[in-house]
């Protein structure tokens, strides 16, 4: 056999082999085939996919109140006024301030709480801390946790655009009072107590001031 020949049958192998390379590759058309999508229209779909989700109903409210209830209403009434607020983190905003506020009102440090209490709620507070001052009392009190949180209700003014949410916390946490010889005459330091409590806090929308104050106590 030639040597051209024997580089013709090469060539002819190489080029079978290539060619059925390319059909693993690339596979066979048969028949009609859908035509891929331009990018342009992907982007399009994906929009008009945003605009539903968008119009549909809000998780961040839902997971926190009943669909069409008022204090849903009211939450999304917020939302209006106010795009960034977010329930969730309101929440959890709230339970560091719940026990900001109750420690630093047992501690009977109002100085540092008073800027996140309404004046009724720091007249109140106040006046305890005071009359135990007035005795000779002390507190020492330790926070454990809080065990459960819940937004109880909500409501929002539009004329104000004052918006009010309540929220239910169960606190624990360990408590003793002394006298003025620094004797226990109430509490165990040793036992860890609940408290309940309902907190309603309130914030002008929309305002530039971030923080939320406290306006009502209720257990």
């Known amino acids: 056999m030639s040597s051209s020949l024997i580089q013709l049958l090469v060539l002819a192998g190489i080029a079978l ?3 059925l390379r390319l059909r693993d590759v690339l596979g066979t058309r048969e028949g009609f085939e859908k035509p891929v999508v331009p990018r342009q229209d992907d982007r399009r779909l994906g929009a008009r996919d945003l605009e539903v989700i968008e119009g ?3 998780s961040d409210i839902l997971d926190h109140a009943e669909e069409n209830s008022p204090t849903a209403l009211a939450l999304a009434a917020m939302k209006a006024a106010e795009p960034e607020f977010n329930v969730t983190e309101f929440l959890g905003g709230a339970r560091g301030a719940y026990e900001m506020i109750l420690m630093g009102f047992e501690a009977g440090d109002m100085a540092s709480i008073k800027p996140f209490l309404a004046d009724d709620v720091y007249e109140t507070f106040a006046g305890v801390v005071e ?3 007035a005795q000779g009392l002390t507190v020492d009190a330790k926070f454990v946790g809080v065990r459960e949180l819940k937004l109880d209700s909500a409501d929002f003014d539009n004329a104000t655009r004052e918006g009010e949410i309540s929220v239910k916390f169960v606190g624990e946490l360990t408590s003793v009072v ?3 010889g620094g004797d226990i005459i109430e509490g165990n330091p040793n036992e860890v107590k609940r408290q309940k409590d309902i907190w309603t806090f309130a914030r002008i929308m929309g305002s530039d001031n971030p923080n939320w ?3 009502a106590t209720g257990g």
């Open 178 to 180: 002394r006298d003025k």
């Open 17 to 19: 082999f290539l060619i």
């Open 213 to 215: 104050q406290l306006v």
């Open 56 to 58: 549909g109903l809000d």
């Open 131 to 133: 009359s135990r001052e």
